[in-house]
């Protein structure tokens, strides 16, 4: 099989989304979601596009890179491919050459799904292994129960997207996140199948803030980000909208909501199992230190 590495135009991004999306399988949890894209889009389809990498054979796409930073590249492959050593030697080939525009040299990390000839192949050529993460997960074949405090839950659309942007700012300490930026990711391919849900306290202020993507009906669904207002932690109303996100992936067809947050995150760890959440093994990053 000849395999190319590309770079796609924004137009050829919905092409790569459908990919992600029909790779989305609930015993292939933990990998490249089309809402790691969705979430990027803020930025813009160019600069998403600037940003990914696809491998394709004569057919289709095989695997797919995100660059989330310049030195950090998160990648997943075609279901069938999973256990491909060919496959796997191409794409380490690739990455490891910074003539292909995939990865600078010097120090670089790679997200990759456990359990891919992949990995093995990333650790065979010298990749060892670097930030650990804390995958977690709900399954929603069942309805999700109320758990922690009570709120009144909207989905943002409209007035209250200032309100949202607000929340998510207090809670990340970051101004970055304007209504701007949310109304470009808002009609973005992926956000078709996605939702940013508000939680109102009960005096009525905007406490904590949730945004859910969906991969279709029957596929697993990725929650990125999740906040609670600085002003107003330490109240339950994490646990609470992240209860109602998980809720709305399954009344949107998922059969699973999962996450993956850094594992030094303990609070964040804590917030998700206390919603439900299975924690499932850690993950560790592949990383090239020069």
């Known amino acids: ?16 989304v459908d990919a992600l999306r029909s790779w989305q399988r609930d015993d292939a949890l933990v990998q490249l979601h089309p809402g790691d894209l969705g979430w990027a889009w803020r930025h813009g389809p160019d600069a998403v596009a600037r940003a990914v990498r ?8 095989v695997a797919v890179g995100f660059l989330d930073g310049p ?40 997200e990759v799904p456990d359990g891919t000839a992949l990995r093995e192949a990333l650790h065979a050529a010298g990749w060892g292994d670097g930030e650990a993460w804390s995958p977690l997960s709900l ?27 607000a929340v998510h700012r207090s809670a990340w300490d970051n101004g970055a996140f304007t209504d701007e930026l949310w109304a470009t990711m808002s009609v973005g391919a992926p956000f078709a199948e996605a939702r940013c849900l508000l ?47 998980a809720a709305l992936l399954r009344e949107m067809g998922a059969s699973i909501a999962w996450v993956c947050t850094p594992s030094d995150l303990g609070s964040a760890v804590a917030t998700y199992r206390s919603a439900g959440f299975t924690a499932l093994p850690e993950r560790l990053d592949c990383v090239r230190a020069r």
């Open 71 to 110: 030195t950090t590249l998160r990648m997943t492959v075609a279901p069938e491919h999973w256990t491909d050593p060919d496959l796997a030697r191409v794409l380490v080939a690739d990455v490891s050459d910074p003539g292909t525009g995939v990865l600078p040299s010097g120090h670089a990390a790679i």
């Open 199 to 245: 939680g109102r306290d009960g005096t009525g202020d905007p406490v904590a803030g949730i945004t859910v993507w969906s991969a279709g009906p029957g596929r697993p669904g990725l929650i990125e980000p999740l906040g609670v207002h600085a002003d107003h932690r330490g109240a339950g109303h994490g646990t609470a909208i992240c209860v109602a996100g």
């Open 139 to 165: 399954d929603l074949s069942e309805p999700v129960g109320a758990r922690g405090s009570a709120l009144h839950v909207e989905i943002v659309g409209g007035a209250d997207t200032s309100e949202f942007t």
């Open 1 to 16: 099989m000849s395999t190319v590495v590309r770079s796609p135009s924004p137009a050829d991004l919905d092409r790569v």
């Open 54 to 61: 696809t491998w394709e054979d004569d057919v289709r796409i």
